[in-house]
T-cell receptor
Framework: DAGITQSPRHKVTETGTPVTLRCHQTENHRYMYWYRQDPGHGLRLIHYSYGVKDTDKGEVSDGYSVSRSKTEDFLLTLESATSSQTSVYFC?????????????FGEGSRLTVL | QKEVEQNSGPLSVPEGAIASLNCTYSDRGSQSFFWYRQYSGKSPELIMFIYSNGDKEDGRFTAQLNKASQYVSLLIRDSQPSDSATYLCAVKLGLGYDQFYFGTGTSLTVIP
């Protein structure tokens, strides 16, 4: 158990509304990631963080922003949700010890934008 | 564009058989290779990682890496119905905190 909690687990919203997904970790890992998973595309990196207030873009960052004000929380925000952002979103952490550089995933958040 | 290719399947094997899952990658500089298992509606879970050419065994699972051919595979011996899942191959350029590139996954069904 990597100690990662995502919320909400399921959300249905309408086009144009803001949405924030939360990822909470209990083990003080420095690196945290947001991925989306869509059929035919696999897992794609949206944004990642390498410390408090240190974030960077991934390959599919358009339309998303992130914030990390505390080590344990990494927030993903869709400022104005679109139907193309309907997806399953996974938060992940990369541990600093042991299997360095591997990824461990949270349970996922299923977002539907109508 | 760094590509990781997997046969989407579905791959079906009888219980007790060996399941062979394959993955090719485009970036010759890749150094780290991972296999994840994902049950339907669940999150990916790490099965194995491999950095060096050759085989790495962990219980019923064996990862095989051939960097010259840019090929990594996962063998599952004595397949069980509980192994039925989608298997994701992932590749990373370095050994540290580098970006992962995922394949789209191979669906495996083990028939009792």
């Amino acid at each position: 158990d990597a100690g990662i909690t995502q919320s909400p687990r399921h959300k249905v919203t309408e086009t144009g509304t803001p949405v924030t997904l939360r990822c909470h970790q209990t083990e003080n890992h420095r690196y945290m990631y947001w991925y989306r998973q869509d059929p035919g595309h696999g897992l794609r990196l949206i944004h990642y963080s390498y410390g408090v207030k240190d974030t960077d873009k991934g390959e599919v960052s358009d339309g998303y922003s992130v914030s990390r004000s505390k080590t344990e929380d990494f927030l993903l925000t869709l400022e104005s949700a679109t139907s193309s952002q309907t997806s399953v979103y996974f938060c992940a952490i990369s541990p600093s010890g042991g299997a360095v550089g591997t990824l461990f995933f949270g349970e996922g958040s299923r977002l539907t934008v109508l | 564009q760094k590509e990781v290719e997997q046969n989407s399947g579905p791959l079906s094997v009888p219980e007790g058989a060996i399941a062979s899952l394959n993955c090719t990658y485009s970036d010759r500089g890749s150094q780290s290779f991972f296999w994840y298992r994902q049950y339907s509606g669940k999150s990916p879970e790490l099965i194995m990682f491999i950095y060096s050419n050759g085989d790495k065994e962990d219980g019923r699972f064996t990862a095989q890496l051939n960097k010259a051919s840019q090929y990594v595979s996962l063998l599952i011996r004595d397949s069980q119905p509980s192994d039925s899942a989608t298997y994701l191959c992932a590749v990373k350029l370095g050994l540290g905190y580098d970006q992962f590139y995922f394949g789209t996954g191979t669906s495996l069904t083990v028939i009792p």
